[in-house]
């Protein structure tokens, strides 16, 4: 079946529906004015005027009516008829003389069905179906045509596929070899009917947003050489019931006079949800759209060359029934890229534009730390920006790292007016973190120190780079960390000896990094090896550490996992103190250049340290 037939079917049928529509229209209105004025040739003249002619005898008929008199009479000058029309009014002698002067005359009953039917119902009837046609013009479709509410709005690329490869696709290595098989089965699929292979019925790729799902999805359909039909979970659901699950048997049964093709099904986790997660609060067209697609997908052979894939970055909350063998059998996770991966994101993207060659791609790719392809695709197109902005004729590294900047910290506040007193404090706060960072083995070095105001409430800020990417992390490393964080609370207590609200969120993130500690990973001595809590919501969102109370915890537990949370957390407060007591002078040094130059990277900050006066730790 072609869809390009299709659609030019549906646009023929949609113009003979109008075509239709208007002819029928204009055939009643011409009835209607013949009806009305068909005798338009009649002279009309006036009652008195009537009345004279009968006086006259120059009446030859008439016909009376509730309304009119219509009639004929002998016109003076040539003596020939006319006919005549008069406006009747209630004239009780009018019989008595026509009568008298021997007028041929007779009553009529005037037809007004055609009226009554035009003005009384169709009419009426009509604009009310108007205003309904509009009203449900948005719940119809594309594809819908009147009564279309069941028929899915997929897409469809079949004269034209997708170009995308896997070429284009950077940063998912492992993803790519496990869906090679699926493009091996489209293109070869008796190599694998020859052994009494069949191929996934269903491939489900997960990972967090911005990972590439959808464009690995298009990917396999462009090296596979098939059609690839697309549609959003969301695009199921209407408000009347029935009309997912009818959409879902109209989606199948296209991609079965497509096969062999691919299925895309975006955010699935829209129809996909658990039916146990909450019943209070189901949803049954939801349920029956869920329920409709599980049969479905049992229902077809994969040997017809249809293969279902999904995107979510939540598959926690789908239903088993989904996820179970014989349906979505392959489940690959889209990851966030390290920092090769990143690197070879940033390739891709960096062809499309004219880069200097003092641009380092490697450092780009180290500067940007659980960032997600559509994160890097920001970047380079920001940076570009910011080239054309100052009419660069090449994008330099300078741009980049704005860009970069940009998108971790947010916008730079130029006009934002700060105080002097404060601009001291976040010096010697940044130069806190800044020393610690530097010091201590197990935190990330320290790339750049910032004073600059960004985003809604950063008045300042310290980048880290990591060297290399961390799979495992000790005990030690996260204490350093925790260590790091509390560098600049500790710095504004020994310079000022007071402390302000702008260490909130490196308390947040301190506190969140121990209790992971001590409850998730089994690092304390006091509450041993035993996980007390794990992490809440989301896998693929949650921020790291953000944590969930388990229900069968004691209070006493609890009481002891605060103790030791505050007792940790106060320790490392003080060692962060300390080493910075014993190297005060360097965080004079740091804050002051600071204050001067607002921006201090990693080589003026090694300088600083590694001053005359020595490391002390």
Known sequence: MNNKNNKQSSNGMNNFSKFSIIYIILGIFMVYMYQFYSKTESTTITYSQFKKLVS???????????????????????????????????????????????????????????????????LPFGFLFFLWWLMTKKMRGTSGGLFGFGKSRFKVYLNEKPDVKFSDVAGAEEAKQEIQEVVEFLKDPDKYKRLGGRAPKGVLLVGAPGTGKTLLAKATAGEAGTPFISISGSEFVEMFVGV?????????????????????????????????????????????????????????DSSVGVIIMAATNRPEVLDPALMRPGRFDRQIIVDKPDVKGREAIIRVH??????????????????????????????????????????????????????????????????????????????????GHAIIAYLLPGADPVHKISIIPRGLSALGYTQQLPTDEKYLITKEDMLDKVAVLFGGRAAEEIVFGSVS???????????????????????????????????????????????????????????????????????IYERAKGILMKNKDKLEMLAQELLKKEIINEDELKAVMEGENGIQD
């Open 56 to 122: 006259e005898n120059r009446v030859v008929k008439c016909k009376i009516s509730a309304k009119y008199i219509k009639g004929v009479y002998l016109d003076k000058k040539n003596n020939k008829k006319k006919a005549f029309i008069a406006i009747a009014v209630n004239d009780p002698n009018l019989i008595k003389e026509l009568e008298a002067h021997n007028v041929d005359f007779s009553g009529t009953i005037t037809n007004t069905w055609l009226t009554n039917l035009i003005f009384g119902w169709i």
């Open 244 to 300: 997912g699950a009818s959409r879902v048997r109209d989606l199948f049964n296209e991609a079965k006079k497509l096969s062999p093709c691919i299925v895309f099904i975006d955010e699935i986790d829209a129809i996909g949800k658990s039916r146990a997660l909450n019943s209070l609060t189901s949803n049954d067209e939801r349920e029956q759209t869920l329920n409709q697609l599980l049969a479905e997908m049992d229902g077809f």
């Open 350 to 431: 960096i062809k499309k534009i004219k880069v200097g060659e003092d641009v380092k791609i490697e450092t780009l790719a180290k500067m940007t730390p659980g960032l997600v392809g559509a994160d890097l695709a920001n970047i380079v197109n920001e940076a570009a920006l910011l080239a054309a902005r100052e009419d660069k004729e090449a994008v330099h590294m300078e741009h980049f790292e704005e860009a970069i900047e940009r998108q971790l910290a947010g916008l730079k506040k130029k006009n934002r007016v700060i105080k002097e007193d404060e601009k001291k404090r976040v010096a010697y706060h940044e130069s």
């Open 501 to 571: 609200t702008g260490a909130q969120n490196d308390l947040m993130r301190a506190t969140d990094i121990v209790r992971a500690v001590i409850t998730q990973f089994g690092m304390d001595e006091k509450l041993g090896l035993v996980v007390l809590e794990k992490p809440g919501g989301n896998q693929f969102l949650t921020p790291e550490g953000i944590m969930r109370e388990r229900d069968d915890i004691s209070e006493k537990t609890k009481e002891l996992i605060d103790a030791q949370v505050s007792k940790m957390m106060q320790n």
